[in-house]
């Protein structure tokens, strides 16, 4: 820990929390620096982190991955996907793939990328078979998609777009008069692209405290002292905790080039149920590689229902904010990195994944606040 890190965690620690103040961590790369560096263990007992809805992995609806399993195992083509997403689990009977890995080894011509320059490449060296890009993320994941559809791609690249904005699902829980948490740490990658401003919102419709936070120790616990100082001097306000990467108005190239290329939409979110503008699809101008417009429909209705996970799986509740991951019941049982049962425990950014890497094996429920030690 640096020392400047070890100064903010001295100043936390001496401060006077008249109660537990919870604070959610929006991100999923925030909980993953938070639980390696075991941030929580060395932190008071009033203050506790929340993992949020940050992973996109987790979110991605059950529908949008079915349909891409589909396409993949019933259309001539090659589906490119980030890696991640190919062990997220869809609910299918035992004898059918369950994910994009067993629509693989099923025979399927899919692969894993980890830039959208792969599924481009992937497309020229076949220019006689259809490549479909299932693109799912948030706004950091999304833009270079943008830049890849600005730049012009190959007529045979189609894309399977599973895009979601981040604030909406934090909007939501704040609108739901319950959010379960006092103050809130904004991600940083997002902030980097789309500015700080656009958390804005959580200051002056909620008069939540709230700070933007990279993702070093020393940010994560200067966005924690912000917000904790704020709440001592009822005085809510948004700071930018991360000022070596996140600027006002974010990336204004980046910005432009998601407008150009992306609407926002009302969109679906596995666990959660649809939030109003917060998904995006191809403008206009890009609609010919719209792989929803330009192939088959594998889309079932039935697999959006809200909550719908694997029977037992709680990644709805994680997912919320409203239990920690060791209180769900399959936790480090039938569930874990190795065969996850749901989406949570798939992605390095899913909070279960992150808790097992990160040495928590207790499912005490009563006690979930894991006690690992800073590093
Ligand atoms: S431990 Fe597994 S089953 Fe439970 S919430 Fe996490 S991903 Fe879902």
Redesign the pocket.
Known sequence: MSVGARQLLDAIRGMDLPRKIKIMNVCGGHERSISHAGLRGVLPPQVELIPGPGCPVCICPEEDVYEAIQLALNEPLTLVAFGDMLRVPVNVPRSEPRSLEQAKAAGADIRPIATPMEAVRIACEQPDRQVVFFAAGFETTIAPVAAMMAEGVPDNLLVLLSGRLTWPAVALLLDSGEPGFDALIAPGHVATVMGPEEWEFVVSRHGMPAAVAGFESESLLAAMYSVLRQIQDGEPRLENCYTSAVRPGGNPMARALLARTMDVVDANWRGIGSIAGSGFSLTQEYREHDARLRLPSYHDEARKRVGEMPP????AS?VLGKIY?NQ?R??GKA?VPRS??????VSDEGA?RIWWSGGVRNGDAENAKPTLRAQ
Do not use: A, H, N, T
């Open positions: 037992g799986c709680d990644c994680v991951p769900c399959l936790y569930c996850p049962i749901g989406p949570c425990m279960c």
